[in-house]
């Protein structure tokens, strides 16, 4: 089984351990490679909807894996016990449902050693969160696939790092992107700077007549200005 390079990037960021659960699980792809690799000997496919667990089960299946991962019916990480996984992975969903899957998962905080995060949005709002709740985060790595760009961040458990003060400027692309030079952050960038220059323009034109328009203005022309500053210290 070929992985997307998405996928490839999330197993890849997954430290050895002796269990690992995937929240959101769909085909059950992540579990099957993580076990199948040996980097967790054994995992939980965990999935809120029937349809998807269904569809994990007989992936999980054709790779003779059942003994070693079990599929689970869960809201987030609710069903999973304290113990059960050291590693949990949250990827292809939202950044305030990731954020929500997380404030559920206090019970099992103490237990986790990494979390691995892809939020499809709002990456800035998760790092604030896990910056406000004491989560370090040790690395960022980004992808581009089928026209969009994927962030995946490695987790580690509350407290066991020092974790940076960030200028909540720079929520918005973080720091470890930035610091390792990563060259398709670098394109993503490039690419941001002219949607956000393309909207400024059509904003432009508006504000005189709106003062909603004014505002929205004002936001893309400080996240412009972000965007550049991030560039130069790449170059």
């Not at 019970?107 to 910056?131: A, G, I, M, N, Y």
């Not at 990563?182 to 490039?190: D, S, W």
């Amino acid at each position: 089984m070929r992985l997307s390079d998405r996928l490839e990037l999330v197993v890849s960021t997954v430290l050895p351990q002796e269990a690992a659960a995937d929240v959101g699980t769909d085909h059950g792809h992540v579990p099957v490679e993580l076990v199948r690799r040996g980097i967790a000997k054994r995992a939980y496919a965990m999935d809120v909807r029937k349809g998807p667990l269904s569809r994990a089960q007989e992936n999980i299946a054709a790779a003779g894996l059942e003994e070693k991962i079990e599929t689970r019916l869960s809201d987030g990480v609710k069903e999973l016990k304290p113990g059960e996984a050291q590693a949990v992975i949250i990827a292809g969903m939202g950044g305030e449902l990731v954020i929500h899957i997380l404030e559920e998962g206090r019970h099992v905080w103490d237990f986790v050693e990494q979390w691995v995060l892809s939020p499809h949005s709002e990456t800035d709002k998760v790092r604030k969160w896990l910056l406000e709740h004491g989560f370090p985060i040790a690395s960022e790595k980004m992808v581009f696939e089928d026209g969009k760009y994927y962030t995946v961040l490695d987790v580690r458990k509350q407290g066991s790092m020092v974790v940076r003060e960030i200028p909540e400027k720079r929520f918005l692309y973080g720091t470890c992107l930035v610091e390792t030079k990563n060259p398709v952050f670098l394109n993503y960038l490039k690419d941001e700077e002219r949607k956000l220059e393309s909207l400024r323009d059509i904003l432009s034109q508006q504000a005189e007549r709106s003062g909603r328009a004014k505002e929205s203005l004002a936001e893309v022309e400080e996240k412009l200005s972000i965007n550049r500053e991030v560039q130069n210290e790449m170059q």
